[in-house]
């Protein structure tokens, strides 16, 4: 069954790790383009490193994933521990957006939309890959998906929307 055979998914590992890893790349040359505006505003320094973990969160993964010979149990083990802890750091990064003295809420909304997207796929799939139930390397996959388009996004306010 390919949800449960880590095998079978190692050209998608292969292609996240590359994509990630240029992507963070590009992250720091953002970030240090405009490194006095988001050490200035609030928020954005923790907002930077999110980011930033969101995308060696896919690469760790990734590189989990192409481990050979190894068992989709202890894949899964990896998986769970990783977007554990993993999801231990980014929650306790700060949502700082105030309009007013008043925090914006649709603002707070989509960072903790990213972040339950991003993250969530990626403890359910480890347990899942554990039980061999559920879904298996298919939940990883939305976890890869969301933390690219959430990272994505993120660089974008970083590098565009602050100069606005």
Do not use: H
């Not at 292969?14 to 240029?22: P, S």
């Amino acid at each position: 069954m390919y949800a449960y055979d880590p095998s079978e998914w190692s050209d998608l590992f292969v292609a996240t790790a590359g994509a990630t890893a240029a992507l963070a790349g590009l992250l720091f040359v953002a970030v240090s383009i405009n490194l006095d505006r988001i050490i200035g505003e609030a928020g954005l320094p923790d907002r930077a490193l999110e980011t930033v973990l969101l995308l060696v969160g896919v690469l760790v993964v990734s590189i989990a994933g192409l481990i050979p010979g190894q068992s989709a149990g202890a894949l899964g083990v990896e998986l769970l521990v990783l977007g554990i802890a993993l999801t231990f750091q980014v929650i306790r990064l700060p949502l700082v957006r105030e309009v007013a003295g008043k925090q914006v809420r649709a603002w707070l909304v989509g960072r903790w939309a990213i972040r339950i997207a991003a993250l969530a796929p990626l403890v359910l799939g480890g347990a899942s890959l554990i039980t061999t139930d559920g879904g298996g390397l298919y939940w990883i996959v939305a976890g890869i998906a969301f933390a690219i388009v959430g990272a994505v996004a993120n660089a974008w306010v970083l590098l565009v929307e602050i100069l606005r």
